[in-house]
C-alpha cells in the first residue's frame, strides 16, 4: 500500500516535498550548509515518516524516481537561494539501489548544469553499508562522482562494517557520525566518550571533515567543540525548516553571536 500511495506521489509531486536541516561549522557557530530531507504529506495517510517509507522505497525501481525528485528539487532550491545572494551548499542522500545505477553520475552531472549549479555546491551522502553491498562498483561510481567536483559524505559512519582499509580507498571527504555516538554524550558514559572521541581523532588524522548528527543539547555541543569535531546539526541548532524559512532563520543564527535556545524535544 505506501509503495503504490508513494508511487502515485511521485507522479503529481504535489504531496513530496524538502526540508532542511542546517549544519553548523563549531569553530564559528555559523551556519556553513544544510542537509536536504525527503517529507511526505498523503491525502489518506496524513505524514508518513521516512522511517516507514524509506527504507522501503530505496530497495525498489521507485529508488531512482526519488533519487531524480530530490535532486531536481534540491539544485532548484538550491539555485533560487543563489540568486537571493546567499550560497549554501545542500547534501541529499542515494541508496544503494543508486549505486547500481549505470547513469546516476551522468544524470547529476546533468541536473547541476540545468539548474547552473557549482558541482562542489552539492555533496553526496552514502552510507558505509549501502557502499559495501558492491564495493568495487561503489567506488568506481563514487570515484566517477567525486571527479565531477562533488563532494561525497559517508553517511552514519561507525554503524557499517568497512575497514579501517577500505575507509582510505573512498573518495570522500567528510564523514557524518551517527546519532547514536552523539546521544551518549550527555550520560557518565565515559567508553562512549573515548568512542567518539576517537573516530573523530582518527577521521581527521584521515583527512576527512567530521559532522556530528543528531546533535540534541548545549552540552554536546561543547563536548564535540572540545574534541575538535568541525559541524554537527540537530534540534539543538534547528529542526528541518521549510524552504521558505532558511535564509530568514540563517540571518538571525549567523547574525548573532549567542547560541538559539534549546527547543521544545516533542515526544517521539
Not at 551556519?31 to 521516512?50: F, H, I, M, Q, Y
Not at 558492491?134 to 570515484?143: H, T, V, W
Not at 534540534?235 to 540571518?251: C, G, K, M, S, T
Request: proline letters at 5%.
Amino acid at each position: 500500500m505506501l509503495l503504490s500511495a508513494f508511487g502515485t506521489a511521485l507522479e503529481d509531486g504535489a504531496s513530496l516535498r524538502l526540508v532542511y536541516q542546517p549544519r553548523i561549522d563549531l569553530g564559528s557557530r555559523r551556519c556553513v550548509g544544510a542537509e536536504a530531507l525527503l517529507r511526505w504529506n498523503d491525502p489518506t495517510l496524513g505524514d508518513v515518516s521516512p522511517a516507514e517509507f524509506i527504507p522501503i522505497v530505496e530497495r525498489t525501481t521507485l529508488a531512482k524516481p526519488t533519487t531524480a525528485f530530490v535532486l531536481d528539487t534540491a539544485l532548484r532550491q538550491l539555485a533560487a537561494w543563489q540568486a537571493c545572494g546567499v550560497s549554501l551548499p545542500l547534501s541529499i542522500n542515494i541508496s544503494a539501489t543508486n549505486l547500481d545505477e549505470d547513469g546516476l553520475v551522468a544524470a547529476i552531472a546533468a541536473a547541476l548544469d540545468a539548474h547552473n549549479v557549482a558541482p562542489d555546491m552539492l555533496e553526496v551522502e552514502v552510507t558505509e553499508s549501502a557502499m559495501m553491498e558492491n564495493s568495487a562498483q561503489s567506488l568506481a561510481r563514487l570515484e566517477a562522482l567525486a571527479a565531477t567536483g562533488v563532494r561525497v559524505a559517508i553517511d552514519d559512519f561507525g554503524t557499517g562494517h568497512s575497514s579501517l582499509a577500505y575507509l582510505q580507498t573512498l573518495p570522500a571527504s567528510v564523514v557524518k557520525i551517527d546519532k547514536s555516538f552523539v546521544d551518549p554524550l550527555d550520560t557518565d558514559d565515559a567508553r562512549s566518550r573515548t568512542v567518539i572521541a576517537t573516530m573523530i581523532s582518527l577521521s581527521k588524522k584521515l583527512g576527512f571533515r567530521v559532522v556530528a548528527e543528531g546533535v540534541e543539547t548545549v552540552g554536546a555541543v561543547d563536548t564535540l567543540t572540545r574534541m575538535a569535531c568541525d559541524e554537527a546539526q540537530g534540534y539543538v541548532f534547528a529542526r528541518p525548516l521549510e524552504a521558505q524559512d532558511v535564509l530568514p532563520w540563517i540571518a538571525r543564527f549567523n547574525g548573532d553571536d549567542q547560541m538559539p535556545p534549546l527547543p521544545h524535544r516533542e515526544a517521539a
